[in-house]
């Protein structure tokens, strides 16, 4: 089976400063990694996705995630906080099976950026 | 372009009556269609997905059902509703096959049950 676990619900951080957050995932073949984001009252985006291809992916709005399989980790790094980025932030497995295959969703993290 | 639209956005019901979540798909054929909820402080949790009409999984044992009668529409149901079905419902479609499943989100029904 899959799992996801984000490492702390509720992350604040400075504009400007550095955004780090964590994800660690379980899955008994090559997983397929997502993460995604939710503004309030709002259905989730898509940031980014890891297929494979590349270990470092980048994604929308300067936010980019690296793939380590030795830590089975995939965590979500943004250099500089922008205002706009407070939201909801979820990381995503999927074994991308055919058949119907289900993706996982950690229990999401909170991003507040202070001025 | 694919589109998708969930209704209602925003619902107030009695314990004990009806519930019905509709969600259509557009611009695209054959898509594994999904129910989350996501309660308050919580994460999204998988109800249910379909990979083709009359197919239905269900991920969590519960009061809720499940129905996709045409190839583009998924309806959530529940004959009686209780307080704990409270939430934040979301639609989501992905393109059939394998791959990376890359899920498109509707905007969400929010469903109070008093």
């Known amino acids: 089976a899959q799992s996801v676990t984000q490492l702390g619900s509720h992350v604040s951080v400075s504009e400007g400063a550095l955004v780090l957050l964590r994800c660690n995932y379980s899955s008994s073949v090559p997983p397929y990694l997502f993460w995604y984001v939710q503004y309030p009252n709002q259905g989730l985006q898509l940031l980014l996705k890891?297929?494979?291809?590349?270990?470092l992916v980048k994604g929308i709005n300067g936010f980019e995630a690296e793939f380590k399989k030795s830590e089975t980790s995939f965590h979500l790094t943004k250099p500089s906080a922008h205002m706009s980025d407070a939201a909801e932030y979820f990381c995503a497995v999927s074994d991308g099976g055919t058949g119907g295959f289900k993706t996982i969703f950690g229990a999401g993290t909170r991003l507040f950026v202070k001025a | 372009s694919q589109t998708i639209h969930q209704w209602p956005a925003t619902l107030v019901q009695p314990v004990g009556s009806p519930l019905s979540l509709e969600c259509t798909v557009e611009g695209t054929s054959n898509p594994n269609l999904y129910w989350y909820r996501q309660a308050a402080g919580r994460g999204l949790q998988l109800l249910f997905y379909s990979v083709g009409i009359g197919q239905i999984s269900s991920e969590v044992p519960q009061n809720l059902s499940a129905s996709r009668p045409q190839d583009r529409q998924f309806i959530l149901s529940s004959k009686k509703l209780l307080l704990s079905d409270s939430g934040f419902y979301l639609c989501?479609?992905?393109?059939?096959?394998?791959?990376?499943?890359?899920?498109?989100f509707g905007a969400g029904s929010r469903l109070t049950v008093l």
């Open positions: 989501a479609w992905s393109p059939g096959g394998s791959g990376a499943n890359v899920l498109t």
């Open positions: 890891y297929t494979s291809a590349a270990t």
